[in-house]
C-alpha cells in the first residue's frame, strides 16, 4: 500500500453547484473525491454523453486497479468570491417564455400559441418552434475564489500512473496546480479515534462504525467530516498522526442503488 498527500492550489475561481437556492449558486468549500478522479485523468468520460451516470464503470474499474482517492478539504479558512450574473439578450426584441427566452434574427417574426413559440421566416412562412432552455438567466453565484489550498490523500494498493502538475475543476475547467508527495504510515486498531480528513461515508467499509460527524449534503453523495469512528486505520508519519480508515473504496454500487 501507498499513501500520497496531494495538495491542490485553485489559480481560478473555481464553481461546483453545490447547493441552489432560488437563484443563488453556492459553491462548499469541499471538492469531492469522483469529481477529482476525472479531473487527474483517473477516470476519464466520454466526449459526448446523452446523460448517463457511469460511476459504477469508471470508478469501479479504480476499485479493482487499487486506487482510491479521499475528498479535498480546503485548508484554513476559505475564501469565497461573489458574483452577479445576468444572461438576459441584448437584442433590441425579446420575450419570456415557458423555460425560454425568446429572440428573433433578421428576417424572421415571433408567434406565440399557448406556452409555446414558434419563429416564422418572412419570406417562406416556415414555423419553426423555440425549445425550451431549462437554464438560469439572473441570479448570484458563490464560489471558491483564487488562492485557496485543499488537500486530499491517495491510497494505492500498485504504482499509480504519473499525476498531472496542473488539472481543471468545477463547472467552468478552473485551473488549480498540484503537489503530491508520499508519506509513510503504519496500521492501528482503534476505538472513538478522531479522523481529520474528509470522508465520503459510502465508501467506507461497514466495520468502520461512524459515532459522531459533521454531515454535508451535496450530490452525487454526502461528505462527512469532524468524524469520531472505530476501525482499522492508517496512521499518518505526519506531525498530526493523521489518521484514514483501511480499505476505502469507491462505494458507487450503495449510490446506484440509491437512486
Known amino acids: 500500500m501507498q499513501i500520497f498527500r496531494c495538495e491542490l492550489t485553485l489559480l481560478e475561481n473555481t464553481f461546483f453547484s453545490s447547493r441552489e437556492v432560488g437563484n443563488f449558486y453556492q459553491t ?27 460511476y459504477a464503470e469508471h470508478l469501479g474499474a479504480l476499485n479493482q486497479a487499487g486506487i482510491y482517492l479521499t475528498p479535498a478539504q480546503i485548508i484554513g479558512a476559505p475564501r469565497f468570491k461573489l458574483e452577479q450574473f445576468n444572461a438576459m439578450p441584448d437584442s433590441y426584441w425579446y420575450a419570456m417564455g415557458n423555460n425560454a427566452l425568446i429572440t428573433k434574427p433578421d428576417g424572421w417574426d415571433t408567434d406565440q400559441n399557448g406556452s409555446s413559440w414558434y419563429l416564422v ?9 423555440i425549445g425550451t432552455s431549462n437554464r438560469p438567466q439572473i441570479g448570484r453565484i458563490k464560489m471558491l475564489g483564487i488562492g485557496n489550498r485543499a488537500c486530499f490523500y491517495l491510497l494505492s494498493a500498485n504504482p499509480v500512473p504519473r499525476l498531472p502538475s496542473y488539472i481543471r475543476l468545477g463547472k467552468w475547467n478552473s485551473k488549480a496546480s498540484l503537489k503530491v508527495e508520499p508519506v509513510s504510515f503504519t496500521s492501528i486498531e482503534g476505538a472513538q479515534k478522531k479522523v481529520e480528513p474528509l470522508l465520503n461515508p459510502v465508501d467506507l467499509l461497514a466495520v468502520t462504525q461512524l459515532h459522531t460527524f459533521d454531515l454535508i449534503s451535496i450530490h452525487p453523495a454526502p461528505l462527512v467530516r469532524n468524524v469520531v469512528a472505530t476501525g482499522s486505520f492508517y496512521q499518518l508519519g505526519d506531525q498530526a498522526k493523521t489518521l484514514l480508515p483501511t480499505n476505502m473504496h469507491f462505494g458507487v454500487e450503495e449510490i446506484h442503488r440509491g437512486r
Open 28 to 54: 462548499e468549500p469541499v471538492i469531492g473525491n469522483y469529481a477529482l478522479c476525472y479531473a487527474l485523468g483517473l477516470a476519464v468520460s466520454a466526449y459526448h454523453n446523452q446523460g448517463e451516470i457511469h
Open 121 to 129: 421566416e418572412r419570406s417562406t412562412g416556415t414555423r419553426k418552434k
